[in-house]
């Protein structure tokens, strides 16, 4: 990356970074809760900025610390640095990682990192817990060991039509929990998906799964609880677009066929 966003004021610019926190459940820090780390997230003190050199749009690795002393290391995103696409609108990729996390939680499927929308040193963005993870690990070396976790992520994707699932956005803590990560290029109102999780295509989705899509539309229909904030992130057409591709998965109940989607490139 050769040049960064010309927003002035970033702190420690290419400063080293701590080790990241390594999250032992759902959303938490060790044992910290999940409300604690969103807050950590939100209103944290940004005390280093290093950018992330590959990628498409700007990412950087910053330092949080809150005034108890409580630290982590996120990703930060901001939305200037966002490349224009002819087929999202400009200057959402953020919003939409902040989208995927509440519609994770309201699953309670919690494998999206705890995400936040907030000021940074270059502006607004999505900021994301970084997770700690296995470098050499990714979907291809992991999924026969993990076939439940990608059965609900592969679901997932098309909820929430992702257009760039590859395999290194899938990641191992080393706890064994998989995350999900990089789901800027998500909720388009077009059919979009685009994945390297088709060994379930064609194949029966799991009752349970199937249980929880169906509960959602407890708080999807209209948007109630943590899913309210869902009207300031997306357009009223991508919310129809969601709820329309809930009741598929419903009346379906069979994953995406190969031909019904694509294969992101690069594969990692």
């Not at 919003?95 to 000021?119: I, K, N, S």
Request: glycine share 10%.
């Amino acid at each position: 990356m050769e040049t960064k966003p010309s927003r002035k004021g970033a702190p420690n610019e290419g400063a080293a970074a701590s080790p990241a926190a390594t999250p032992q459940r759902a959303g938490g820090i060790g044992g910290t809760s999940q409300e604690a780390v969103l807050g950590l997230l939100q209103e944290g003190q940004i005390t280093s900025c290093s950018a992330i050199p590959r990628g498409t749009n700007y990412t950087f690795r910053v330092s949080l610390r809150a005034q108890d002393g409580a630290s982590c290391e996120a990703i930060y995103k901001p939305r200037d640095g966002e490349n224009p696409l002819w087929d999202f609108p400009q200057g959402t990729l953020h919003l939409r990682e902040r989208a995927t996390y509440l519609l994770a939680e309201a699953l309670g499927w919690c494998f999206v990192p705890p995400t936040v929308v907030r000021e940074g040193p270059y502006g607004p963005g999505s900021v994301q817990l970084h997770i700690k993870h296995e470098p050499d690990c990714h979907y291809f070396t992991i999924r026969e060991q993990h076939i439940p976790d990608f059965q609900r992520m592969a679901l997932f994707d098309w909820l929430a039509n992702n257009a760039d699932r590859k395999a290194g956005h899938c990641l191992l803590s080393p706890d064994g929990k998989v995350w999900g990560i990089d789901h800027g290029l998500t909720f388009n109102v077009a059919p979009k998906l685009r994945t390297v999780i088709w060994d379930v295509a064609g194949q029966p989705v799991p009752a349970l799964l199937l249980a929880d899509v169906e509960r959602l539309g407890d708080v999807l229909s209209p948007l109630q609880g943590p899913l309210v904030e869902l009207s300031k992130l997306l357009s009223n057409h991508e919310l129809s677009a969601l709820r329309k591709r809930r009741e598929t998965i419903l009346s379906r109940r069979c994953y995406p066929e190969t031909h019904e989607g694509g294969v992101p490139w690069p594969w990692l």
